[in-house]
Structure formats: structure tokens, C-alpha cells
């Protein structure tokens, strides 16, 4: 949203307090016909209408004239004026702290001043001073805008980052779950390896055992056999 720059709301401010001072100032005779005096608000608004039609280099001029004359003559209306210019907005030579250091001193001093151009002091004073808190909101407003824009990026680049460490995790569970998978296999073809190589051994040793036993019966019917023979030996040498 944006607000009123300094040139408007002073703008604003004169109206009102042109329209103040003409309903609170005593209505003239009405047999009395002369030309009304123009008052120290119009002036001063007649002027603010003038200097804001100027261009840069005359405006800078004006400065340097009504600077001078403030500093030679030190008058209400010279102070003034040169607040108004100081208020100005986009100048090389625009202080709003000077202007309102200015009005406050001006304000704060016991002598009475003509009535109008206390009202315009004050008037000014408190547009200026509302215009800088406005600027100062502005100015905070966009820091915290820009600190939340940064905040922002700073989340969308974590976001990022955490999406690569999940794909990245992800691709390391996948890597381990294939390892696993294959280490199961190898164990399960070693752990068949191991059975197999348990029965063969099993049925290495029950051909051992056929085989002694065998050895065994073939040398119990060699002594039977011999015996046989001693004795048909015997039996023949009987005879």
C-alpha cells in the first residue's frame, strides 16, 4: 500500500488549515466593503504552489536564497519557508531533520509569534513528523519484507537439500537392501553347498563302512576257505 508523499500531505495539511482559519476568523461588517488582506496561510500556500511548479536547478537556487535570507534576518515567515523547502521530497538538499529541529525550536521558545504562523509551525511540524514515522514504517516494512524473502529462499533451498539427503538415503537403503539380498543368497547357496558336501561325506563313510565290511566277509571266506582246504589236506593223507 502506498502512502502520501511529503508535497501531498502538506498539500493536505494547508487545506485544512485554511478552511480552520476561515471558519474561527471574525466575519467582517457587513456595511464595511473592502478588499480582504490575504492572510499568512495563503502566502505561505501561494508559495508552496510556486516552488513546486520549479525545476530542479531554480528549486536548488531557491534553497540557496532562502537559506541565506534565514540566516541573515532570522524571521517566522523566512524559517518557514525554508522548513517547507527541507520537507520537500526527491531534493539534493532535503532534511527533514533539520526542518523539524527547525519547527521545534521555533515552537519551543517563550515569545509570542504572530498566532498564524504558530499555527503553520505546528501544522508542519506534525505532517512532517507523520510523514517520517510513515517512511520509517515503509523502511521497516520492507527490511522485514526483505528479511522474509530471505527466510524464504534460506527454506527452499534447505527443502532442497533434504530432498537430495532423502533421495540420497533412499538410494543407500535400496544399495544395502540388494547387498542384504545378495548376502542372503550367497549364504543360503553356501549353507546348500555345506549340506550337500555333508552328505556326500555321510555317503563317503557308509561306502567306507560297505566296503570294510565286505573286506571283512571276503577274509572270513578266505579262512574258511583254507580251513577247508587243511582239512580236505588232512583228510587225503588219512587215506
Not at 476561515?22 to 473592502?34: D, E, G, H, K, L
Not at 537556487?61 to 520537507?87: I, K, M, T
Not at 560297505?210 to 593223507?237: C, G, T
Request: contains cysteine; charged residues 25%.
Amino acid at each position: 500500500m502506498k502512502h502520501p508523499t511529503t508535497s501531498l500531505m502538506i498539500v493536505i495539511c494547508l487545506l485544512a488549515l485554511v478552511c480552520y482559519m476561515s471558519c474561527t476568523a471574525v466575519p467582517a461588517q457587513p456595511r464595511v466593503f473592502q478588499p480582504l488582506a490575504e492572510t499568512e496561510v495563503e502566502r505561505f500556500f501561494h508559495y508552496f504552489g510556486r516552488i513546486r511548479a520549479l525545476p530542479r536547478e531554480a528549486l536548488q537556487r531557491e534553497y540557496a536564497q532562502q537559506e541565506a535570507a534565514f540566516a541573515h534576518d532570522q524571521s517566522d515567515a523566512g524559517r518557514l519557508r525554508l522548513v517547507l523547502l527541507l520537507s520537500l521530497p526527491e531534493t539534493d538538499f532535503g532534511n527533514t531533520t533539520y526542518a523539524l529541529r527547525l519547527l521545534q525550536d521555533y515552537l519551543n521558545e517563550p515569545e509570542p509569534h504572530h498566532v498564524q504562523f504558530r499555527e503553520i509551525a505546528a501544522l508542519l511540524y506534525t505532517c512532517i513528523h507523520s510523514n517520517n514515522q510513515t517512511h520509517m514504517y515503509e523502511s521497516l516494512l520492507k527490511q522485514w519484507q526483505a528479511e522474509l524473502s530471505g527466510k524464504e529462499h534460506q527454506l527452499v533451498a534447505q527443502q532442497q537439500i533434504n530432498r537430495k539427503l532423502q533421495d540420497e538415503l533412499e538410494a543407500q537403503r535400496a544399495l544395502a537392501h540388494s547387498l542384504s539380498k545378495q548376502l542372503q543368497e550367497a549364504v543360503s547357496e553356501r549353507e546348500r553347498h555345506m549340506v550337500s558336501q555333508q552328505q556326500l561325506s555321510k555317503k563317503l563313510q557308509d561306502e567306507r563302512r560297505n566296503v570294510k565290511r565286505l573286506q571283512e566277509q571276503i577274509e572270513k571266506i578266505k579262512d574258511i576257505e583254507k580251513s577247508l582246504m587243511e582239512r580236505e589236506q588232512r583228510d587225503n593223507k588219512g587215506t
